[in-house]
């Protein structure tokens, strides 16, 4: 059973928390956005504020995007692109008809990495499998895919508290947006939700969080430009605790302006998160963008070395026409992929299904 709950058994409320006293607006110098670097002297006391949406906005909220028909979707460019010719070169042969080599070639083309592609063929070569070259390779790619909870959803371990998911990865990948989109995916469940700009150093992060916020229907805390990050989702799993809110979902930094190590920022988070909560681990998320392949496994296993990431979203899979970079990292990592992006939408975020996708590819 998920851990959703809610004191005294109340609905889900998008109502305001309270909050902090008016402050006026931060009027940002020209040029923030490519080179700004905040003094922590200018944020001894940084401002709270809290934006809340209206309440029919989650009434609005549209419903999630069905597993096997976002993944079909999709998945159009892969099928078109390195599945269509891998499908070519393995349709209709004995086990030793294909050649192999392009076979290998194909799938390193593919997204999925040289050292696995090579890895692949060997196994599905020694399996001489009666279905054939294509069922031996689809079942050693359907092996690489880690197993998992099919009703997986964030819980808490702590009674009383909320479960917390930082969303991590580095800038440009989505993260924002992917935020945008768990919250309005969970307030569509019925769950309660409050949104931690903890992003605290990119110059729009926090105002882009409001912003989906507002669509999604939820309340965001959010300090100054520069404040400490730790100290935002301190206040946010407070607010969650007193409200009795279902759900935290933490932005953080892809990059930092100042020369504080990234990686030590986010550990400090995690600590904040285990004070405040003790005992209740977050799920670590990282965003990945499906278009930067073998780059983007690079800063996974950067991340998940860091700070132990408990799942992957892949974003943008429906922009790309190389989909193996799944298998790679599942592959690479241990760790599952629990979303991919597949549309612009707010409902395009499909959780994902090993069988549904490995079917998809292989229509």
């Keep these: 059973m998920p851990f959703w709950r809610r004191r005294n058994d109340e609905p889900a409320s998008t109502e305001a928390i309270e909050p902090a006293p008016p402050q006026p607006e931060a009027v940002e110098p020209a040029g923030v956005e490519a080179g700004w670097e905040p003094d922590p002297a200018d944020f001894d006391d940084p401002v709270r504020s809290e934006v809340p949406a209206p309440a029919e906005l989650a009434a609005e909220t549209p419903p999630t995007t069905t597993v096997g028909a976002g993944l079909d979707a999709g998945l159009q460019r892969t099928r078109g692109g390195f599945m269509s010719r891998l499908r070519g070169l393995l349709g209709g042969g004995e086990i030793g008809g294909p050649s192999w080599d392009e076979v290998e070639e194909t799938l390193i083309a593919g997204d999925v990495g040289a050292a696995l592609a090579i890895e692949l063929v060997e196994r599905a070569r020694a399996r001489r499998d009666p279905g054939g070259p294509e069922a031996a390779i ?47 995916r969970y307030v569509g469940e019925g769950h ?10 990119r110059a729009a992060a926090i105002e882009q969080l409001r912003i989906w916020a507002d669509r999604a229907g939820v309340p965001v805390v959010a300090h100054a430009p520069g404040a ?13 605790i007193a409200r009795g809110a279902d759900l935290v979902i933490a932005d953080t930094a892809g990059r930092l302006h100042t020369r504080t190590n990234l990686m030590d920022e986010l550990a400090k988070v995690r600590r904040i998160i285990d004070k405040r909560l003790p005992g209740g681990t977050p799920e670590t998320l990282f965003i990945l963008d499906a278009t930067t392949g073998q780059n983007g496994l690079a800063q996974a296993k950067a991340f998940h070395e860091a700070v132990g990431l408990t799942g992957i979203v892949l974003t943008k899979l429906d922009s790309t026409a190389k989909g193996g970079i799944v298998f790679a990292i599942e592959d690479a990592l241990g760790v599952p992929v629990r979303f991919v992006g597949v549309g612009e939408g707010v409902a395009d975020l499909v959780a994902f299904d090993p069988e549904a996708f490995v079917a998809a590819l292989f229509a």
């Design 138 to 184: 689809r079942a050693e790619l359907a092996a690489l895919l880690v197993p998992r909870d099919p009703d997986w959803t964030p819980h808490s371990a702590v009674p009383g508290g909320p479960a917390v998911v930082l969303v991590v990865g580095v800038n440009g990948t989505g993260k924002t947006t992917t935020i945008g989109k768990l919250a309005s």
């Design 192 to 201: 309660s939700v409050i949104l931690a700009a903890a992003d605290t150093f």
């Design 228 to 240: 400490d990050p730790g100290a935002v989702v301190y206040d946010a799993l407070d607010a969650a």
